[in-house]
Protein backbone atom coordinates (compact mmCIF):
# COMPACT_ATOMS: atom_id res chain seq x y z
CA UNK A 1 0.00 0.00 0.00
CA UNK A 2 1.45 3.65 -0.98
CA UNK A 3 2.01 6.39 1.83
CA UNK A 4 -1.20 8.36 0.49
CA UNK A 5 -3.54 5.19 0.55
CA UNK A 6 -2.25 4.68 3.96
CA UNK A 7 -2.80 8.13 5.26
CA UNK A 8 -6.39 8.21 3.95
CA UNK A 9 -7.36 4.72 5.37
CA UNK A 10 -5.93 5.90 8.44
CA UNK A 11 -7.66 9.22 8.17
CA UNK A 12 -11.08 7.61 7.34
CA UNK A 13 -10.71 5.37 10.49
CA UNK A 14 -9.89 7.83 12.92
CA UNK A 15 -13.17 9.40 11.39
CA UNK A 16 -15.31 6.24 11.61
CA UNK A 17 -14.31 5.59 15.06
CA UNK A 18 -15.10 9.32 16.15
CA UNK A 19 -18.60 9.87 14.47
CA UNK A 20 -20.37 11.74 16.93
CA UNK A 21 -17.23 14.47 17.37
CA UNK A 22 -16.99 14.18 13.57
CA UNK A 23 -21.20 14.85 12.91
CA UNK A 24 -20.17 17.73 15.74
CA UNK A 25 -18.00 19.16 13.65
CA UNK A 26 -19.77 19.09 10.39
CA UNK A 27 -22.90 20.43 12.13
CA UNK A 28 -21.02 23.26 13.44
CA UNK A 29 -19.15 24.05 9.91
CA UNK A 30 -22.87 23.86 8.45
CA UNK A 31 -24.37 26.55 10.28
CA UNK A 32 -21.74 28.87 9.84
CA UNK A 33 -22.20 28.16 6.15
CA UNK A 34 -26.09 27.92 6.00
CA UNK A 35 -26.08 31.30 7.98
CA UNK A 36 -23.25 33.24 5.91
CA UNK A 37 -24.57 32.00 2.42
CA UNK A 38 -28.35 33.03 3.03
CA UNK A 39 -27.34 36.53 4.46
CA UNK A 40 -25.11 36.97 1.58
CA UNK A 41 -27.97 35.76 -1.15
CA UNK A 42 -30.15 38.64 0.94
CA UNK A 43 -27.32 41.31 0.75
CA UNK A 44 -27.48 40.52 -2.98
CA UNK A 45 -30.85 39.90 -4.36
CA UNK A 46 -32.69 42.52 -1.49
CA UNK A 47 -31.38 45.53 -2.79
CA UNK A 48 -32.51 44.73 -5.94
CA UNK A 49 -35.69 43.78 -4.98
CA UNK A 50 -36.33 46.43 -2.56
CA UNK A 51 -35.19 49.22 -5.20
CA UNK A 52 -37.82 47.89 -7.23
CA UNK A 53 -40.46 48.09 -4.27
CA UNK A 54 -38.90 52.08 -3.64
CA UNK A 55 -39.69 52.72 -6.88
CA UNK A 56 -43.10 52.35 -7.05
CA UNK A 57 -43.55 54.65 -4.24
CA UNK A 58 -43.06 57.65 -6.81
CA UNK A 59 -40.20 58.98 -8.80
CA UNK A 60 -36.01 58.85 -8.00
CA UNK A 61 -35.56 61.23 -11.20
CA UNK A 62 -37.17 64.32 -12.50
CA UNK A 63 -36.13 66.59 -15.78
CA UNK A 64 -37.80 70.04 -15.94
CA UNK A 65 -37.49 72.34 -19.07
CA UNK A 66 -34.44 75.02 -18.79
CA UNK A 67 -35.80 77.89 -21.56
CA UNK A 68 -39.39 79.19 -21.83
CA UNK A 69 -41.74 79.21 -24.91
CA UNK A 70 -42.71 82.37 -26.54
CA UNK A 71 -45.84 82.25 -24.06
CA UNK A 72 -43.90 82.78 -20.90
CA UNK A 73 -44.31 79.21 -20.71
CA UNK A 74 -41.55 76.53 -20.33
CA UNK A 75 -42.59 72.97 -22.19
CA UNK A 76 -40.62 69.85 -23.23
CA UNK A 77 -41.95 69.12 -26.35
CA UNK A 78 -42.73 65.19 -27.15
CA UNK A 79 -39.31 64.17 -29.08
CA UNK A 80 -37.55 65.65 -26.35
CA UNK A 81 -39.35 63.63 -24.11
CA UNK A 82 -39.33 60.46 -25.67
CA UNK A 83 -35.20 61.33 -26.37
CA UNK A 84 -34.42 61.47 -22.61
CA UNK A 85 -36.72 58.62 -22.02
CA UNK A 86 -34.32 56.51 -24.71
CA UNK A 87 -31.71 57.74 -22.49
CA UNK A 88 -32.92 56.96 -18.76
CA UNK A 89 -33.78 53.37 -20.46
CA UNK A 90 -30.48 52.81 -21.55
CA UNK A 91 -28.94 52.98 -18.44
CA UNK A 92 -31.63 50.25 -16.71
CA UNK A 93 -36.01 49.58 -16.31
CA UNK A 94 -37.34 52.72 -16.12
CA UNK A 95 -41.45 53.86 -15.90
CA UNK A 96 -41.95 57.89 -16.35
CA UNK A 97 -44.82 60.01 -16.70
CA UNK A 98 -45.45 63.13 -18.08
CA UNK A 99 -47.00 66.21 -16.35
CA UNK A 100 -48.55 69.83 -18.00
CA UNK A 101 -49.61 72.16 -15.21
CA UNK A 102 -51.93 75.40 -15.55
CA UNK A 103 -53.78 77.15 -13.35
CA UNK A 104 -57.36 77.10 -13.59
CA UNK A 105 -60.59 78.38 -11.67
CA UNK A 106 -63.37 76.75 -9.82
CA UNK A 107 -66.07 78.80 -8.00
CA UNK A 108 -63.35 81.70 -8.48
CA UNK A 109 -60.59 80.25 -6.00
CA UNK A 110 -57.42 79.25 -7.75
CA UNK A 111 -56.26 75.92 -8.21
CA UNK A 112 -53.48 73.79 -10.20
CA UNK A 113 -54.47 71.66 -12.75
CA UNK A 114 -52.39 68.87 -14.37
CA UNK A 115 -52.58 67.43 -17.57
CA UNK A 116 -51.59 63.25 -18.08
CA UNK A 117 -51.36 60.48 -19.90
CA UNK A 118 -53.77 58.00 -17.59
CA UNK A 119 -52.04 54.88 -18.59
CA UNK A 120 -48.07 56.29 -17.24
CA UNK A 121 -48.97 57.65 -14.36
CA UNK A 122 -51.02 55.26 -12.78
CA UNK A 123 -48.18 52.75 -13.90
CA UNK A 124 -45.92 55.12 -12.03
CA UNK A 125 -47.13 55.57 -9.07
CA UNK A 126 -48.76 52.54 -7.47
CA UNK A 127 -48.85 54.09 -3.87
CA UNK A 128 -51.69 56.53 -5.12
CA UNK A 129 -55.25 55.40 -3.61
CA UNK A 130 -58.28 56.44 -6.26
CA UNK A 131 -62.04 56.34 -4.67
CA UNK A 132 -63.45 55.98 -7.93
CA UNK A 133 -62.00 56.08 -11.65
CA UNK A 134 -59.14 57.73 -13.14
CA UNK A 135 -59.63 60.50 -15.55
CA UNK A 136 -61.42 60.10 -19.05
CA UNK A 137 -62.90 62.59 -21.36
CA UNK A 138 -64.63 64.77 -19.52
CA UNK A 139 -64.33 63.51 -16.57
CA UNK A 140 -61.54 64.59 -13.94
CA UNK A 141 -59.31 63.31 -10.63
CA UNK A 142 -59.38 65.54 -7.74
CA UNK A 143 -57.39 65.66 -4.87
CA UNK A 144 -58.39 65.11 -1.50
CA UNK A 145 -58.12 68.38 -0.08
CA UNK A 146 -59.99 69.59 -3.74
CA UNK A 147 -62.78 68.09 -2.44
CA UNK A 148 -63.05 68.90 1.09
CA UNK A 149 -62.65 72.20 0.12
CA UNK A 150 -65.77 71.99 -1.87
CA UNK A 151 -67.60 69.27 -0.48
CA UNK A 152 -67.35 67.34 -3.82
CA UNK A 153 -68.25 63.24 -4.24
CA UNK A 154 -67.58 60.85 -6.76
CA UNK A 155 -69.65 61.57 -9.91
CA UNK A 156 -70.39 65.38 -8.99
CA UNK A 157 -70.38 68.15 -11.18
CA UNK A 158 -67.31 70.91 -11.22
CA UNK A 159 -66.63 74.11 -13.49
CA UNK A 160 -63.31 74.27 -13.79
CA UNK A 161 -62.58 77.64 -15.83
CA UNK A 162 -58.97 78.79 -17.79
CA UNK A 163 -58.24 82.07 -18.00
CA UNK A 164 -54.49 82.93 -19.96
CA UNK A 165 -54.14 86.17 -17.35
CA UNK A 166 -53.50 83.64 -14.86
CA UNK A 167 -50.90 81.50 -16.73
CA UNK A 168 -48.39 84.47 -17.37
CA UNK A 169 -44.66 83.80 -16.77
CA UNK A 170 -45.32 86.00 -13.46
CA UNK A 171 -47.75 84.24 -11.74
CA UNK A 172 -46.74 80.61 -13.07
CA UNK A 173 -42.94 80.03 -12.85
CA UNK A 174 -44.48 77.25 -10.14
CA UNK A 175 -47.03 75.44 -11.95
CA UNK A 176 -44.29 75.67 -15.12
CA UNK A 177 -42.42 73.11 -13.67
CA UNK A 178 -39.12 74.72 -13.60
CA UNK A 179 -39.43 76.09 -9.95
CA UNK A 180 -41.39 73.10 -8.80
CA UNK A 181 -39.21 70.42 -9.51
CA UNK A 182 -36.34 72.67 -10.44
CA UNK A 183 -34.97 73.88 -7.45
CA UNK A 184 -31.80 73.19 -5.29
CA UNK A 185 -33.65 71.52 -2.84
CA UNK A 186 -33.93 68.29 -4.32
CA UNK A 187 -34.86 66.71 -1.14
CA UNK A 188 -38.38 67.04 -2.49
CA UNK A 189 -40.56 63.62 -3.27
CA UNK A 190 -41.91 63.80 -7.19
CA UNK A 191 -44.78 65.50 -6.18
CA UNK A 192 -42.72 68.55 -5.35
CA UNK A 193 -43.12 69.66 -8.90
CA UNK A 194 -47.02 69.87 -7.50
CA UNK A 195 -46.81 71.08 -4.31
CA UNK A 196 -44.67 74.11 -5.42
CA UNK A 197 -46.89 75.08 -8.08
CA UNK A 198 -50.19 74.81 -5.64
CA UNK A 199 -48.59 77.22 -3.12
CA UNK A 200 -47.51 79.92 -6.42
CA UNK A 201 -51.39 80.22 -7.06
CA UNK A 202 -52.48 81.81 -3.77
CA UNK A 203 -54.58 84.58 -4.19
CA UNK A 204 -52.04 87.48 -3.55
CA UNK A 205 -50.51 86.42 -6.90
CA UNK A 206 -53.81 87.05 -9.02
CA UNK A 207 -53.75 90.33 -10.89
CA UNK A 208 -54.95 93.23 -9.13
CA UNK A 209 -56.60 96.64 -9.59
CA UNK A 210 -56.29 100.00 -7.85
CA UNK A 211 -55.08 97.36 -5.15
CA UNK A 212 -58.54 95.47 -5.06
CA UNK A 213 -58.44 91.92 -7.02
CA UNK A 214 -60.00 92.52 -10.42
CA UNK A 215 -63.42 91.94 -11.64
CA UNK A 216 -61.77 89.03 -13.77
CA UNK A 217 -60.79 87.35 -10.81
CA UNK A 218 -64.61 86.66 -9.47
CA UNK A 219 -65.82 85.22 -13.14
CA UNK A 220 -66.93 81.49 -12.21
CA UNK A 221 -67.53 80.74 -15.89
CA UNK A 222 -65.83 77.67 -17.26
CA UNK A 223 -66.40 74.46 -18.42
CA UNK A 224 -68.20 71.83 -16.65
CA UNK A 225 -66.41 68.46 -15.68
CA UNK A 226 -67.70 65.61 -13.42
CA UNK A 227 -65.42 64.04 -11.11
CA UNK A 228 -64.71 60.56 -11.85
CA UNK A 229 -62.25 59.88 -8.82
CA UNK A 230 -60.91 61.41 -5.68
CA UNK A 231 -56.90 60.76 -4.77
CA UNK A 232 -55.71 60.28 -1.85
CA UNK A 233 -51.81 59.97 -0.85
CA UNK A 234 -51.10 62.58 2.11
CA UNK A 235 -49.12 64.34 -0.32
CA UNK A 236 -49.68 68.06 -2.28
CA UNK A 237 -51.42 65.75 -5.13
CA UNK A 238 -54.00 66.03 -2.69
CA UNK A 239 -54.42 69.73 -3.92
CA UNK A 240 -54.33 69.18 -7.59
CA UNK A 241 -56.93 68.73 -9.68
CA UNK A 242 -56.07 65.86 -12.82
CA UNK A 243 -57.43 65.39 -16.57
CA UNK A 244 -56.47 63.82 -19.40
CA UNK A 245 -53.79 66.03 -21.97
CA UNK A 246 -56.56 65.76 -24.30
CA UNK A 247 -59.19 67.62 -22.24
CA UNK A 248 -56.61 70.26 -20.76
CA UNK A 249 -55.91 71.20 -23.89
CA UNK A 250 -59.68 71.73 -25.27
CA UNK A 251 -59.98 73.41 -22.09
CA UNK A 252 -56.68 76.08 -22.38
CA UNK A 253 -57.22 76.05 -26.45
CA UNK A 254 -53.72 74.95 -26.73
CA UNK A 255 -51.15 71.98 -27.33
CA UNK A 256 -47.90 72.52 -25.67
CA UNK A 257 -45.16 70.65 -24.70
CA UNK A 258 -44.98 69.00 -20.14
CA UNK A 259 -43.66 71.18 -17.55
CA UNK A 260 -41.98 68.01 -15.68
CA UNK A 261 -40.98 64.52 -16.08
CA UNK A 262 -40.93 61.63 -13.50
CA UNK A 263 -38.73 58.89 -14.05
CA UNK A 264 -38.76 55.95 -11.70
CA UNK A 265 -35.29 54.90 -13.07
CA UNK A 266 -33.65 51.55 -12.61
CA UNK A 267 -29.76 52.77 -12.73
CA UNK A 268 -27.04 51.64 -10.81
CA UNK A 269 -25.66 55.00 -10.82
CA UNK A 270 -28.39 57.78 -10.79
CA UNK A 271 -25.92 60.37 -10.40
CA UNK A 272 -23.92 59.68 -13.40
CA UNK A 273 -27.29 59.43 -15.39
CA UNK A 274 -28.57 62.78 -14.12
CA UNK A 275 -25.23 64.12 -14.81
CA UNK A 276 -25.46 63.08 -18.83
CA UNK A 277 -28.55 64.24 -19.15
CA UNK A 278 -27.50 67.53 -17.86
CA UNK A 279 -24.24 67.88 -19.85
CA UNK A 280 -26.36 67.54 -22.90
CA UNK A 281 -27.08 71.50 -23.15
CA UNK A 282 -28.36 70.85 -26.51
CA UNK A 283 -31.47 69.28 -24.74
CA UNK A 284 -32.39 72.01 -22.71
CA UNK A 285 -33.60 70.28 -19.88
CA UNK A 286 -32.52 69.74 -16.65
CA UNK A 287 -32.81 66.40 -14.78
CA UNK A 288 -32.20 66.13 -10.72
CA UNK A 289 -32.55 63.44 -8.31
CA UNK A 290 -35.21 62.74 -6.03
CA UNK A 291 -33.75 62.51 -2.55
CA UNK A 292 -36.35 61.61 -0.72
CA UNK A 293 -36.82 58.47 -2.42
CA UNK A 294 -32.80 57.34 -3.55
CA UNK A 295 -31.64 58.16 -0.02
CA UNK A 296 -34.24 55.85 1.88
CA UNK A 297 -33.19 53.50 -0.47
CA UNK A 298 -29.37 53.80 0.06
CA UNK A 299 -29.76 53.88 3.81
CA UNK A 300 -31.89 51.09 4.48
CA UNK A 301 -29.50 49.04 1.98
CA UNK A 302 -26.50 50.81 4.00
CA UNK A 303 -28.19 49.22 7.48
CA UNK A 304 -28.66 46.26 5.75
CA UNK A 305 -25.30 45.69 4.43
CA UNK A 306 -23.97 46.82 8.09
CA UNK A 307 -26.01 44.04 9.88
CA UNK A 308 -24.98 41.50 7.09
CA UNK A 309 -21.67 42.30 8.31
CA UNK A 310 -21.97 42.06 12.34
CA UNK A 311 -23.93 38.83 11.68
CA UNK A 312 -21.18 37.16 9.78
CA UNK A 313 -18.76 38.03 12.05
CA UNK A 314 -20.47 36.40 15.47
CA UNK A 315 -21.37 33.65 13.32
CA UNK A 316 -17.48 33.22 11.95
CA UNK A 317 -16.56 33.60 15.71
CA UNK A 318 -19.20 31.11 16.70
CA UNK A 319 -17.69 28.83 13.61
CA UNK A 320 -14.39 29.01 14.78
CA UNK A 321 -14.88 27.65 18.54
CA UNK A 322 -17.24 25.13 17.60
CA UNK A 323 -15.13 23.54 15.15
CA UNK A 324 -12.19 24.28 17.53
CA UNK A 325 -13.37 22.86 20.67
CA UNK A 326 -14.47 19.56 18.44
CA UNK A 327 -10.91 19.27 17.02
CA UNK A 328 -9.47 19.94 20.27
CA UNK A 329 -11.87 17.02 21.76
CA UNK A 330 -10.66 14.72 19.11
CA UNK A 331 -6.86 15.75 19.73
CA UNK A 332 -7.91 14.70 23.82
CA UNK A 333 -9.04 11.16 22.67
CA UNK A 334 -6.18 10.70 20.31
CA UNK A 335 -3.51 12.09 22.61
CA UNK A 336 -1.82 8.40 23.49
CA UNK A 337 -2.26 7.35 19.51
CA UNK A 338 -0.06 10.25 18.78
CA UNK A 339 2.65 9.50 21.32
CA UNK A 340 2.79 5.90 19.81
CA UNK A 341 3.07 7.43 16.31
CA UNK A 342 5.36 9.71 17.26
CA UNK A 343 7.18 7.07 19.05
CA UNK A 344 7.60 5.11 15.94
CA UNK A 345 8.71 7.98 14.07
CA UNK A 346 6.25 9.64 13.03
CA UNK A 347 6.80 13.42 12.38
CA UNK A 348 4.72 16.54 14.15
CA UNK A 349 4.65 17.41 10.32
CA UNK A 350 2.83 14.03 9.05
CA UNK A 351 0.58 14.29 12.51
CA UNK A 352 -0.06 17.59 12.22
CA UNK A 353 -1.48 17.32 7.96
CA UNK A 354 -3.93 14.80 9.05
CA UNK A 355 -5.59 16.74 11.68
CA UNK A 356 -5.71 19.93 9.17
CA UNK A 357 -6.99 17.29 6.46
CA UNK A 358 -9.87 16.11 8.78
CA UNK A 359 -10.82 19.56 9.68
CA UNK A 360 -10.60 21.08 5.81
CA UNK A 361 -13.06 17.57 5.05
CA UNK A 362 -15.28 18.17 8.27
CA UNK A 363 -15.48 22.00 6.76
CA UNK A 364 -16.28 20.73 3.44
CA UNK A 365 -18.57 18.34 4.45
CA UNK A 366 -20.50 21.08 6.31
CA UNK A 367 -20.04 23.52 3.63
CA UNK A 368 -21.93 22.20 0.57
CA UNK A 369 -24.88 21.19 3.21
CA UNK A 370 -24.48 24.36 4.52
CA UNK A 371 -24.87 26.14 1.33
CA UNK A 372 -27.47 24.27 -0.20
CA UNK A 373 -29.50 25.29 3.22
CA UNK A 374 -28.98 28.72 3.23
CA UNK A 375 -29.96 28.90 -0.64
CA UNK A 376 -32.92 27.41 0.88
CA UNK A 377 -33.95 29.99 3.59
CA UNK A 378 -32.60 33.37 1.21
CA UNK A 379 -35.50 31.34 -1.59
CA UNK A 380 -38.38 30.96 1.18
CA UNK A 381 -37.37 34.51 2.67
CA UNK A 382 -37.40 36.59 -0.65
CA UNK A 383 -40.72 34.43 -1.70
CA UNK A 384 -42.53 35.42 1.65
CA UNK A 385 -41.58 39.07 1.77
CA UNK A 386 -41.30 39.82 -1.87
CA UNK A 387 -42.73 37.18 -3.48
CA UNK A 388 -40.19 36.54 -5.65
CA UNK A 389 -37.81 33.68 -6.19
CA UNK A 390 -33.92 34.17 -6.40
CA UNK A 391 -31.06 32.24 -8.27
CA UNK A 392 -28.43 30.60 -7.25
CA UNK A 393 -25.11 32.11 -7.16
CA UNK A 394 -22.14 29.86 -8.22
CA UNK A 395 -19.73 31.99 -7.65
CA UNK A 396 -20.97 32.86 -3.88
CA UNK A 397 -21.75 29.10 -3.30
CA UNK A 398 -18.21 28.27 -4.18
CA UNK A 399 -16.58 30.65 -2.00
CA UNK A 400 -19.02 29.66 0.63
CA UNK A 401 -17.95 26.24 0.62
CA UNK A 402 -14.19 27.25 0.06
CA UNK A 403 -14.37 29.56 3.35
CA UNK A 404 -16.29 26.91 5.02
CA UNK A 405 -13.43 24.55 4.74
CA UNK A 406 -10.71 27.53 5.45
CA UNK A 407 -12.12 28.42 8.80
CA UNK A 408 -12.06 24.88 10.05
CA UNK A 409 -8.59 24.43 9.24
CA UNK A 410 -7.96 27.94 10.98
CA UNK A 411 -9.70 26.60 13.98
CA UNK A 412 -8.24 23.31 14.02
CA UNK A 413 -4.53 25.30 14.55
CA UNK A 414 -4.87 25.80 18.27
CA UNK A 415 -5.35 21.86 19.31
CA UNK A 416 -3.32 20.28 16.41
CA UNK A 417 -0.45 22.74 17.33
CA UNK A 418 -0.80 21.18 20.97
CA UNK A 419 -0.92 17.80 19.28
CA UNK A 420 2.22 18.39 17.52
CA UNK A 421 3.99 18.75 21.00
CA UNK A 422 2.80 15.79 22.58
CA UNK A 423 6.17 14.50 24.26
CA UNK A 424 5.86 10.46 23.63
CA UNK A 425 7.69 9.63 26.36
CA UNK A 426 5.58 10.99 28.69
CA UNK A 427 2.62 9.48 27.25
CA UNK A 428 4.04 5.95 26.86
CA UNK A 429 5.41 6.40 30.75
CA UNK A 430 1.80 6.80 31.48
CA UNK A 431 0.86 3.92 30.13
Not at 307 to 327: A, D, M
Not at 361 to 366: D, F, P, S, W
Request: aromatic share 6%; with cysteine; net charge negative.
Amino acid sequence: MTNTGMFFRMLFSAVFRRRSRAVMAVVASLVGAATLFCLAMICIAVPQQMNEEMRAYGANLIVTPTEAGADGKAGIDKAMVEHTTEMVAAKGSEKHAAYRYENVRVNAAPYVMAGIDVSEVRNLNHHWVVDGAWPSEGKVLIGRDVADAMGLQVGSGITIGYRASDNTSSSTSGSSGTDASGSADSSNSSDSSSSDATQSQTPSDQPTQDGRVSSDIMDTSGTEFRVAGIVDTGGSEDSIIYATNADVDKLTGTSRGVDVIEYSAGAEDLSALVKSINDMTSMHVKAQQVTKITSSDTRIITMLQTLFWIVSLVVLVLTLVGVGTTISSIVSQRRNEIGLRKALGASSAAIGTEFYVESAMYGLIGGLLGTAIGYGLAQWLCVAVFERSIGFNWWLGAASVVLAALVAVIASIPPVHRATRIDPAVVLREE
